[in-house]
């Protein structure tokens, strides 16, 4: 397929990078990076909530009846 893309910047300093480096033509720098991306967005961590004490003398856990007692105070 044949189309035209305006690359940021950056986007051409790495096209130009792959071009030099591994002799690529534009088109060809251009699917190696579009396939890394792709790659990349299956490798997710999944994300873990760290929690600590914060010594909280109420329940946080409910902001209305946080809210609620601040209001009182």
């Known amino acids: 397929m044949r189309t035209t893309v305006n690359l940021t ?9 792959l071009r030099r480096e591994h002799g690529l033509g534009t088109s060809e720098a251009v699917v190696t ?3 890394r991306g792709m790659q990349r ?7 873990v909530q760290r929690t600590e004490s914060l010594g909280a003398r109420i329940d946080v ?3 209305g009846e946080v809210l609620d007692t601040l209001d009182h105070e």
């Open 61 to 63: 856990r409910n902001i």
């Open 41 to 47: 967005g299956s490798a997710r961590q999944r994300f």
């Open 9 to 17: 910047p950056d986007v051409e300093a790495e096209v130009a990078r």
């Open 33 to 35: 990076l579009a396939r």
